[in-house]
């Protein structure tokens, strides 16, 4: 189990980024939570099996129809198996 800890930047708020992200965390089985930062940016917190957490890192590169990608900073961690599901929280 390992911690990806993601900030995308683009086009990526106002278009359905965070149901998006949710959306392939459920379908992964990742725990975590996404939200909006003021700056405009996106940032995912999801842990899970590192083959897992790859597949959503592909999905951030990607996004939802209307998004524009244009970067993603990524940083690995432990897992600290703190989440029970995966969550959309408020922009912060």
Do not use: C
């Amino acid at each position: 189990m390992e911690r990806l800890h993601a900030r995308i930047y683009g086009v990526v708020q106002g278009v359905g980024f965070r149901h998006f992200v949710w959306k392939q965390a459920q379908r992964l089985n990742l725990t975590g939570w996404v939200r909006n930062r003021r700056d405009g940016s996106v940032e995912v917190v999801a842990e899970g099996p590192r083959p897992d957490l790859e597949a959503l890192l592909q999905e951030l590169h990607r996004g939802p129809w209307g998004a524009r990608v244009d970067r993603v900073e990524v940083s690995w961690e432990p897992a600290t198996h703190e989440f029970l599901e995966f969550d959309v929280r408020p922009t912060v």
